[in-house]
């Protein structure tokens, strides 16, 4: 479903449209999932919505988020193969159906899993698909390293016809959208595998505009595809952590250089590093835009001021004067990596000084941020719901009065039939209730303890806005600062431990209860095709009949289904046997020539 927003204004009376429910008008800007669809080749798309915000912080949110999502989501891929039976003079292999080109592709198109943000900083890792044939190669046949899986096991690579050996070694690298890598090319070490490091496919926005008691506010709409496995909505709550770390390191800049202008101007100069490039621009735009329009120094307008004739008067009281800033590319020895520094200037008057105003524009930023932290509305909206679906399948399946089915012409096995499958889904929909009401405890639990979190980190932005009144001198200010970062950084290590945790559960629990609702689903169709109104005119012995061969082709399918699924279960668990047997086996092997 799409919507066009386009030129509409909508006024608050109405708390609901674009599948979004206002709440708090008044209050902290909350985020929902409205919408997420599934379509082919593995791409998704969610839609979120963002509000209540001013038209500015729909600017900054949907800037920041953008380049975030096409920017810093990372993937992982296998970008180099060294294939030890092939020739970089030849584009086949004597023995194996596909040429290397082919083989070469089927291994770019392999996802791989895993906590890549730990594991960034530790890569790249090799693997190693080491095959005797025939057989057909498949991903699962892959050694990983620990920490990464293959996301379909199932995935074809080559098919080898000959009683000949396939070793690949492979390279993993993880990276994100704003890693570009050159067209492959064989070398003489193998050849580069065409990764594309692109798990976010696309980000639109859009800006809504309605009123509540005559003020004006906005709703921000994000729309998001991505790739599996990378879900709109994980994607959605990385970047925003991204922001935030990001902007907890400008809290950190380091003063270059400073003076004392004789217009009464003060300046000072602050770096920031190391940095990418894509991260230079976010602060960038979002610092400029929060210093020129959010910081007013120590005068603070509630109300609108007027002249001697009662008529508005808007005056700016802006202590900004001038903001630029330049990227510098630098060379870390260490990491033999080129790195960028951000340099940012800022001239301002008597009212704030440089550090302050750049303290508390970084503050509001990661205030705004702080609002993908609150997850809770999405988890109410999810089981009001489900709670919701079940009152209805109890009210449409319950018992009637005694003696309810008597008179209908109807043979007494199909009757049972009708009988079996309707306890059957209340069975199953007394269950569902039960994990939904478990479900529930254990989201206040977690609300209780994200909003602890929450608490913490918005007393410690408070400090920062408050610096000029707790601090003199640059020095002092500084340190304190400092340590209002740490403060912030170990609620947030908090939060992240704590999240991860809780959302495992979480995320398992909707799992099952998805699985009873296939089952009540199925139930229910299995009931809608047993409607006396389709069979009444029937005789009971054919009823029996026709109850008896449809139960016996129903038992036939679901065991057949079953057994081919324990036979690709059987199938795959000796895959895996044999991978960790040859990865033993060449281990000793290796061991064996060392010593």
Same mark, same amino acid.
């Not at 639109?204 to 921000?220: A, N």
């Given at each position: ?185 064989? %070398?003489? #070490?193998?050849?580069?595998? +065409?990764? &594309?490091?692109? =798990? *976010?496919?696309? !980000?639109? /926005? $859009?800006? @809504? ?97 007027? %002249?001697? #004739?009662?008529?508005?008067? +808007?005056? &700016?009281?802006? =202590? *900004?004067?001038? !903001?630029? /800033? $330049?990227? @510098? ?267």
């Amino acid at each position: 479903m799409r919507y066009s927003m386009k030129g509409d204004n909508f006024d608050m009376k109405n708390l609901k449209y674009f599948g979004f429910e206002m709440s708090n008008p008044k209050n902290f800007a909350e985020w929902q999932y409205v919408e997420f669809n599934e379509f082919e080749k593995g791409l998704r798309y969610g839609r979120f919505c963002i509000s209540p915000l001013t038209k500015d912080q729909c600017e900054l949110i949907k800037t920041a988020l953008r380049q975030a999502l096409l920017t810093e989501i990372l993937c992982a891929r296998f970008t180099h193969a060294k294939i030890q039976n092939s020739s970089n003079n030849l584009m086949n292999i004597v023995g194996i159906e596909e040429s290397i080109p082919e083989i070469l592709h089927n291994l770019s198109q392999i996802k791989l899993t895993g906590n890549l943000e730990d594991l960034a900083s530790h890569g790249p890792f090799v693997a190693i698909l080491d095959l005797e044939g025939p057989i057909t190669a498949m991903a699962i046949d892959i050694e990983l390293p620990p920490g990464i899986q293959v996301v379909e096991e199932s995935h074809h690579i080559a098919t080898i016809t000959k009683p000949i050996p396939l070793f690949v070694e492979l390279r993993i690298e993880i990276h994100s959208g704003e890693w570009n890598r050159e067209t492959p090319v064989p %070398d003489e #070490e193998g050849y580069s595998i +065409d990764a &594309t490091f692109t =798990p *976010i496919h696309k !980000v639109d /926005s $859009s800006i @809504q505009s309605y009123s509540y008691e005559g003020i004006p506010f906005q709703s921000l709409f994000l729309d998001i595809w991505s790739e599996r496995p990378t879900e709109p909505l994980e994607a959605l709550l990385q970047a925003s952590n991204k922001i935030r770390k990001l902007f907890m390191s400008v809290l950190g800049a380091e003063s270059v250089d400073s003076k004392e202008l004789d217009n009464g101007l003060h300046f000072r100069r602050f770096a920031v590093y190391p940095l990418t490039a894509a991260q230079c621009k976010w602060i960038q735009t979002a610092l400029r835009q929060a210093l020129l329009t959010d910081i007013s120094g120590e005068w603070n307008r509630e109300t609108r001021v007027t %002249d001697e #004739e009662g008529d508005s008067i +808007d005056p &700016t009281f802006t =202590p *900004i004067h001038k !903001v630029d /800033s $330049s990227i @510098q590319s630098y060379e870390d020895e260490g990491e033999n990596e080129t790195f960028q520094r951000l340099l940012i200037g800022i001239w301002t008057d008597s009212q704030i000084e440089p550090q302050e105003a750049l303290w508390q524009a970084s503050a509001k930023i990661l205030e705004l941020f702080l609002i993908f932290l609150q997850i809770e509305k999405e988890n109410k909206k999810y089981l009001e719901r489900k709670l919701k679906e079940r009152a209805e399948t109890l009210d449409k399946h319950k018992p009637g009065p005694p003696g309810w089915k008597e008179g209908l012409s109807l043979s007494r096995g199909w009757i049972n039939q009708i009988h079996r499958f309707r306890d059957k889904i209340l069975f199953l929909n007394a269950e569902t209730i039960w994990l939904l009401t478990k479900l529930k405890k254990d989201y206040e639990t977690y609300k209780l303890i994200g909003d602890s979190i929450l608490q913490e980190l918005r007393a410690s932005l408070k400090k920062l806005n408050k610096i000029p009144k707790l601090q003199k001198g640059y020095h002092a200010q500084k340190i304190l600062v400092d340590s209002i970062v740490r403060e912030m950084q170990a609620s947030l290590n908090k939060h992240k431990k704590d999240f991860c945790g809780c959302q495992a559960s979480l995320t398992s629990m909707k799992i099952y209860i998805s699985c009873k609702e296939v089952e009540i689903y199925t139930f229910e169709g299995l009931l809608l095709s047993l409607d006396e109104e389709h069979v009444k005119k029937r005789k009971p012995e054919d009823l029996d009949k026709g109850f008896a061969e449809r139960m016996l082709d129903t038992t036939e399918i679901q065991e057949r289904e079953k057994q081919s699924l324990r036979e690709e279960n059987e199938r795959l668990r000796k895959r895996r046997e044999e991978r960790d047997k040859r990865k033993r086996n060449r281990k000793k092997g290796t061991d064996g020539i060392a010593s």
